[in-house]
C-alpha cells in the first residue's frame, strides 16, 4: 500500500503538471495509478482537492492551500534525504572507542552489529575497559563511561542514561550477618568494593525520605574495577556490594540478591560518552553516538 507521503508527492506532481498522464509519465507511474493515488489522498483529507474535466485538471480552492503547505514538507524530507545519503557516503574510517566491560557485553552487541549494516565503511575499534581512559593522551575517539561528573573539565561530556545504583547481599549473607539498615551498620559487614584508578570506593549515601547523608566506614573486604565478578562474589554470600541495577536486575527478579536499605540512595551516576575537546564532533563520532542512544533508548528499561 503507497504510504501517505507518496500520495503527497503524486499530488504535488499532477498539480505541477496540470495532468494525470503527464504526472503519470514523470514519476514513471500508470494513470491508473495515479488517479487512484490522488483520489485515496482526497479520502484521507476529506475534500477535494482538484477539478477535472475531459480537458483539464485544476486546483481546487482547498487544493491550492494544501499544495502551498504540502511543498515545502515535501522540500524539506529532500532535504534531509539527501543530507542522509551524503552522509552515509562520507562516513569512513575508523573511530575508537572505550567502554567499561560490563555494560558493552550486555548492551553493545546487537548495536554495533546494527551500526555495521548501515555504515561497511566505518570500522569500529572497541576496547572494553572499567578502567578510565584519559580520550586525550590515549588517543580515543570517545570514550563511554558510567560515573559522576568529570574531574577533568578540558574534556566534552554528554549524558546518555541514568544508570541508578543499588546495594545488594544474598539472602545467605543476611541470615548469617544480619540486614543493615542504616549507613553506620555497615561497619559490621563485609563489603565488596568497585573502585578504579580515580576512585577510592567510598560509599556516599543519602536518605531518600529526609535527605540525611551517611558517609560510612566500610569494612572493606574486596576491592575491585569490575562489576560483574563483585555481582559473583555477592551471589555467593561474600558481603554487600554498591552495584548499577542492570548488572544485578536478573539475580534481583529470581531472589538470588537482595535489595538492602532501600530508603538510601548512592549519589546519581549516568552512562555518559567523553570526547577530546572537539570544536565539532566528527560526523563519524556523531553518527555512532546519536545511533548509539537511540538503540539505548529500546533497552532503557534494562539499563535502568
Not at 90 to 102: F, H, Y
Not at 231 to 257: T, W
Not at 279 to 295: D, G, M, N, Q
Amino acid at each position: 500500500m503507497t504510504g501517505h507521503i507518496e500520495r503527497i508527492r503524486v499530488f504535488v506532481e499532477v498539480a505541477r503538471k496540470e495532468s494525470f498522464a503527464a504526472a503519470a509519465r514523470a514519476l514513471g507511474l500508470t494513470r491508473s495509478q495515479v488517479t487512484r493515488y490522488v483520489s485515496e489522498l482526497e479520502a484521507e483529507v476529506g475534500v477535494r482537492l482538484l477539478t477535472r474535466t475531459t480537458r483539464q485538471v485544476a486546483l481546487s480552492a482547498a487544493g491550492r492551500l494544501y499544495l502551498e503547505r504540502a511543498k515545502p514538507i515535501l522540500a524539506d524530507l529532500a532535504r534531509a534525504e539527501e543530507l542522509v545519503r551524503q552522509q552515509h557516503d562520507t562516513l569512513k574510517g575508523e573511530i575508537r572507542v572505550s567502554a567499561p566491560l560490563s555494560f558493552g557485553l550486555r548492551f553493545l552487541p546487537d548495536a554495533i552489529s546494527q551500526f555495521r549494516i548501515l555504515y561497511p565503511q566505518v570500522k569500529l575499534r572497541l576496547d572494553l575497559t572499567d578502567r578510565l581512559v584519559d580520550v586525550m593522551s590515549e588517543d580515543y575517539d570517545m570514550a563511554l563511561r558510567i560515573s559522576g561528573p568529570p574531574r577533568d573539565k578540558s574534556s566534552i561530556w554528554r549524558k546518555m542514561r541514568p544508570a541508578p545504583r543499588i546495594l545488594v547481599a544474598s539472602p545467605a549473607y543476611i541470615a548469617r550477618k544480619g540486614r543493615p539498615q542504616r549507613p553506620e551498620d555497615l561497619v559490621d559487614h563485609d563489603c565488596l568494593v568497585y573502585a578504579h584508578g580515580e576512585d577510592d570506593g567510598d560509599w556516599e549515601l543519602r536518605s531518600a525520605a529526609s535527605g540525611e547523608r551517611g558517609n560510612p566506614r566500610l569494612t572493606t573486604c574486596f576491592v575491585c574495577n569490575n562489576g560483574d565478578l563483585i555481582g559473583e562474589l555477592a551471589l555467593r554470600g561474600e558481603g554487600v556490594a554498591l552495584l548499577p541495577r542492570f548488572i544485578v536486575a536478573p539475580h534481583l527478579s529470581s531472589g538470588a540478591l537482595s535489595a538492602i536499605m532501600t530508603d538510601w540512595r548512592a549519589p546519581e551516576i549516568w552512562l555518559s560518552a567523553f570526547y577530546p575537546p572537539y570544536e565539532h564532533l566528527p560526523a563519524k563520532v556523531a553518527t555512532f553516538t546519536s545511533f548509539l542512544e537511540t538503540a539505548l533508548e529500546a533497552k532503557s528499561g534494562m539499563l535502568e
